[in-house]
C-alpha cells in the first residue's frame, strides 16, 4: 500500500510530460498562436477538461518543461553545506549546470533545445507566462533565504534571479546566433563568475 502514492505521482508526471510534448511538437510545427487547445488534447489522447485538470492555461503547456526549475535556486540553498554561504553554493551550482549544457542556462546547442528556446522568447505571450514563473522562483528563494521575507532578502532574491536570467540569456543569444555551445564554455564560466563576483560585493550578508 505504501507504494500506490508513488505509482500514482510517477503516472500522473508522465501524463503531465506526454501532454506537454504533445503540445510543444505542435507548437513547434505551426506557432504556438495558431495550435488550439482541442488539438493539443487531441494529440495527447486526452479530452480537454482532463488537459485543463492538468494545465491551467495554454501557455503551461509549453513551460511545463521549466516548472521544475521554479524553486530551483531555493532548493541549493536550503541543501548546502553547513559551511558554505548561499551565493557560494548558487555560484557553484550554476557553474556546474554550465558544463552539464543544462537548457535552462541557454549554453545547449542542441536543434531541438534551439527550436524550444526559440518558440519562448519569440511568443510574447509565453514571455509574459514566463514571468510569473520568474516571480515565484524569486519568492521560493527569498523564503530559502529568509522564512520571514524580510525586504533585504527579497532584493537579494531579485538580484539573484536577475543575473541567472541575463547569463541565460547570453548564452542563448550567442549559441542561436551560431557560436557552437562547447567553445563557449570558457566564456561562459568567466560571466558567471564576474556576475556572481558582482554580486558579492554588493550582497555582503550572503558572501
Known amino acids: 500500500m505504501s507504494e ?10 508522465r501524463t503531465y510530460r506526454e501532454i506537454s510534448d504533445a503540445a510543444i511538437a505542435l507548437f513547434l510545427a505551426d506557432g504556438f498562436d495558431k495550435v488550439s487547445v ?17 494545465f491551467p492555461a495554454k501557455e503551461d503547456l509549453a513551460l511545463h518543461r521549466l516548472a521544475d526549475h521554479e524553486d530551483e535556486a531555493a532548493r541549493v540553498v536550503r541543501e548546502r553545506l553547513t559551511d558554505q554561504s548561499p551565493l557560494d553554493a548558487l555560484h557553484h551550482h550554476f557553474l556546474d549546470r554550465l558544463h552539464a ?12 533545445v534551439l527550436a524550444f528556446h526559440s518558440l519562448l522568447y519569440g511568443t510574447p505571450r509565453l514571455v509574459a507566462r514566463l514571468y510569473e514563473y520568474t516571480m515565484r522562483a524569486e519568492s521560493a528563494l527569498t523564503q530559502a533565504l529568509d522564512e520571514n521575507g524580510a525586504i533585504a532578502s527579497r532584493l537579494a532574491a531579485g538580484q539573484i534571479v536577475a543575473v541567472q536570467r541575463v547569463l541565460a540569456l547570453e548564452n542563448w543569444r550567442r549559441v542561436s546566433a551560431g557560436e557552437a555551445a562547447d567553445a563557449m564554455v570558457s566564456d561562459a564560466v568567466a560571466s558567471a563568475d564576474l556576475a556572481f563576483g558582482q554580486l558579492r560585493q554588493g550582497l555582503t550578508a550572503l558572501s
Open 4 to 13: 500506490q502514492p508513488g505509482l500514482r505521482e510517477r503516472k500522473k508526471q
Open 38 to 54: 482541442e488539438q493539443v488534447a487531441s494529440a495527447a489522447g486526452v479530452s480537454k477538461p482532463t488537459l485543463f485538470r492538468y
Open 101 to 112: 549544457r543544462d537548457p535552462v542556462t541557454g549554453l545547449n546547442d542542441d536543434p531541438q
